[in-house]
């Protein structure tokens, strides 16, 4: 059935990988992944997904997202009620 839809041979692992590594492309924290995959120990999981660091960090230092240490304006138009009101 999957000859007959064009659908490429996949193992398991390379499903497992595939994810884990989208998950990383997609700033989810390491940690997380790790505890997703069952790593006991985030050294296993950075290792293993150490070739998907350079491009994330090169596509943030090209991105034009402001980084953390600058300040966020202010809400303005947030309204507070008093409790019972």
Same mark, same amino acid.
């Given at each position: &059935?999957?000859?007959? #839809?064009?659908?490429?041979?996949?193992?398991? =692992?390379? /499903?497992? =990988?595939?994810?884990?590594?989208?998950? /990383?492309?997609?700033?989810?924290?390491?940690?997380?992944?790790?505890?997703?995959?069952?790593? %006991? +120990?985030? %050294?296993?999981?950075?290792?293993?997904? #150490?070739?998907?660091?350079?491009?994330? +960090?090169?596509? %943030?230092?090209?991105?034009?997202? #402001?980084?953390? %240490?600058?300040?966020?304006?202010?809400?303005?138009?947030?309204?507070?009620? #008093?409790?019972? &009101?």
């Amino acid at each position: &059935m999957l000859v007959a #839809a064009g659908v490429p041979k996949v193992r398991f =692992h390379d /499903l497992r =990988h595939t994810a884990a590594t989208l998950l /990383l492309a997609q700033g989810v924290d390491p940690r997380t992944i790790m505890e997703t995959l069952g790593h %006991s +120990q985030i %050294s296993l999981t950075m290792n293993t997904y #150490a070739h998907v660091l350079p491009k994330l +960090q090169a596509r %943030s230092r090209d991105s034009d997202v #402001a980084p953390l %240490s600058q300040p966020r304006p202010a809400n303005r138009n947030v309204t507070t009620v #008093a409790p019972g &009101m």
